[in-house]
């Protein structure tokens, strides 16, 4: 606290409750509070206090950009497969065709491709087994199909569908060594075509009613899956994003109203053209369906028979991921991001208090609750030290003007319509909120927000937690609630770290924060994930051009921060025109598993066979030595 002002925090700490040596301690401010400079700490001691390196939490040696096809890892660090696309989940299955003749039928029982978030479940009592529910977001035709274009029949969309969803797998360690049990009667495929059910205020509405369901309350399938959650009970929390992508119309002049364009709808679908051969998808013919598509599903992944379930409670957006937590009574807490320019930071309460002693009694807990949405003020004064406060607005029928003179005629349209919600509450549209995670040790949430080459245009200020112009770099917003208390309506937020490159833009905006330097830069921070001792992974995927605003950043990477003295240190970079998406680690800490999403530009990772096909895979991260990752 000796290196700040007295006067500057003691406001702050009384409205919100902080502790002195929590959101706004000086460690915090050297990762956080500080944009170009600041009159509160010089950015050139903020940087040479991050460029010492004394993070008693990191215990590896930052790595070098790289944009080799492989995976680059500190000294003392190795890599292996654990899974990758087609590979069939029983023995009995079709192996893995890379000529791209293989069935719709077969990759239904394969695993998906490009692998996203994922949640680890231990098996009670046995230390060396364990589930891993696996997002698979959508599939690349060039390498799907033979002749490596669109869909061309109704078999090829179906097995573009199949591609998609969650793969739930079952893994065990032997020999020290985490592998795939490809016999185990766990491991299942949901996808495209699954039956599922819709639960919740929306559920039966007439707006999820369709001419082949006409109860509104089952629907086909769950794809563009992005990031994940994972329950306190015991099941897993997938997130529907890009989903309007998908949808197309026959019909040419089609005409859409205003939610169907808030959400992205289009005549062409975004070169996925699954309405062209499935009529489900076409608009024109179909317009409610899209309605069904844009929400959290949760899947049980220790009953292969169960029925997946749509919670629509928790909104209807391109959701990026769930983190759960809980009220300092009890009460769940879903934090969720709209993964779109402009768009929002979601919150969902519980009605009911979670029963950890009965884990099935929550089982619908996430049907009955609160939705609510993030405002944000426009922050310091002092545009060089971003932090401020904000309050959530309550996303309920016949309050803050959601009644049916704005549009809304019940709970469920709400609902179906968060978007158009949100924004007649005057929510803050932000940066493209991602992933949002919740610290295990002092409670503080951290929300990626990954671009915004919008920023500044009409309707998208600068301002607040989205501090930059067209911004290509991203951010990571951090904020704290009243009491620590995720009950609360109102928190305290700054920036943990503003991305960008002090190499091509040196003492610009677009050099980012002081914690940003030529050793760790890097662009479009998205995956996000806390280990047990509190060290913040980061994942990212942005431009890997290695060029003009980019240049020295190489491909795309995964970095490891420390929350208190904001130092980041890079740890991981993944082959070749690949995302890194998707973290978990085993119970002891000491293996962690990464996805690699959509290798590509002339890569053949992970087999690198003559003229192979790269496959999106899972992989396995051990230390040598066969310590705890990170430490």
Not at 20 to 49: K, P, Q
Not at 108 to 121: H, I, T
Not at 153 to 170: D, M, P, Y
Not at 396 to 410: E, I, R
Request: charged share 20%.
């Amino acid at each position: 606290m000796s290196l700040l002002e007295e006067n500057q925090s003691t406001d702050l700490e009384k409205i919100v409750g902080l502790s002195r040596r929590g959101f706004i301690s000086a460690g915090a401010l050297c990762g956080a509070a500080m944009f170009l400079g600041g009159n509160l700490l010089s950015r050139s001691v903020l940087a040479a206090a991050v460029s010492e390196g004394n993070s008693k939490l990191l215990g590896f040696e930052s790595i070098a950009a790289a944009t080799a096809d492989t995976i680059t890892l500190p000294p003392g660090y190795k890599s292996s497969v654990l899974i990758s696309w087609g590979h069939p989940l029983q023995k009995n299955a079709p192996a893995y065709d890379p000529s791209g003749n293989g069935t719709a039928r077969a990759q239904e029982v394969q695993f998906g491709d490009n692998n996203d978030g994922m949640s680890l479940f231990p098996f009670p009592g046995d230390d060396n087994r364990a589930l891993l529910a696996i997002n698979n977001e959508y599939t690349n035709y060039q390498y799907l199909f033979p002749h490596g274009g669109q869909p061309q029949s109704a078999e090829e969309v179906h097995k573009a569908q199949a591609c998609e969803g969650v793969s739930v797998i079952e893994i065990q360690r032997r020999d020290g060594q985490w592998q795939f049990v490809q016999e185990s009667p766990y491991n299942r495929r949901i996808h495209g075509n699954t039956p599922i059910d819709l639960s919740g205020p929306a559920a039966g509405h007439d707006l999820m009613k369709t001419a082949a369901d006409k109860s509104g309350r089952k629907v086909l399938g769950t794809f563009q899956n992005c990031a994940n959650g994972m329950t306190p009970w015991g099941t897993y929390l997938t997130c529907e994003e890009n989903f309007t992508d998908c949808f197309g119309s026959s019909k040419a002049d089609l005409q859409f109203d205003t939610a169907q364009k808030r959400y992205g709808a289009t005549v062409a679908s975004s070169e996925i053209d699954w309405h062209l051969h499935d009529p489900r998808f076409d608009l024109a013919k179909n317009p409610n369906e899209l309605n069904r598509h844009g929400w959290v599903v949760e899947i049980d992944p220790f009953d292969p028979k169960s029925t997946p379930i749509k919670r629509t409670a928790l909104g209807r957006f391109k959701h990026e991921n769930a983190a759960l937590t809980q009220t300092s009574d009890g009460h769940a807490v879903v934090y969720m991001g709209d993964d779109e320019r402009g768009e929002f930071i979601y919150k969902f309460v519980s009605r009911d208090k979670v029963d950890h002693k009965n884990p099935k009694a929550n089982r619908n807990l996430l049907d009955h609750g609160t939705l609510y949405v993030a405002r944000f003020d426009a922050g310091d004064a002092n545009p060089d030290h971003p932090k401020g406060m904000g309050q959530w607005i309550e996303l309920t029928h016949g309050k803050n003007g959601l009644d049916a003179s704005n549009g809304f005629a019940d709970q469920a349209e709400v609902l179906i319509h968060a978007r158009l919600a949100a924004t007649t509450v005057g929510a803050t549209r932000m940066d493209r909120p991602e992933w949002i995670v919740v610290s295990p040790k002092d409670g503080q949430v951290y929300c990626t927000l990954t671009n915004n080459a919008k920023r500044g245009e009409a309707g998208q200020p600068v301002d607040g937690p989205n501090p930059r112009a067209k911004n290509v770099y991203g951010q990571i917003l951090r904020w704290r609630t009243e009491r620590d208390d995720h009950a609360s309506s109102t928190f305290a937020w700054d920036l943990f770290v503003v991305a960008g490159n002090p190499v091509v833009h040196a003492n610009t905006p677009k050099a980012g924060s002081s914690n940003i330097n030529p050793q760790n830069m890097f662009n479009s921070p998205d995956g996000l994930g806390f280990d047990k001792a509190g060290r913040l992974w980061i994942q990212t995927d942005g431009d890997f051009s290695n060029a003009g605003d980019f240049a020295g950043m190489g491909n795309n990477q995964m970095l490891c921060a420390d929350p208190d003295s904001g130092e980041i240190r890079r740890f991981l970079v993944g082959p070749l025109g690949c995302e890194v998406t998707g973290i978990s680690f085993s119970p002891d800490y000491k293996t962690l598993f990464v996805g690699i999403q959509h290798p590509s530009g002339g890569s053949t990772f992970p087999e690198h066979l003559p003229n192979g096909k790269p496959r999106s895979s899972v992989m396995i991260i051990t230390r040598e030595d066969g310590g705890v990752i990170g430490a």
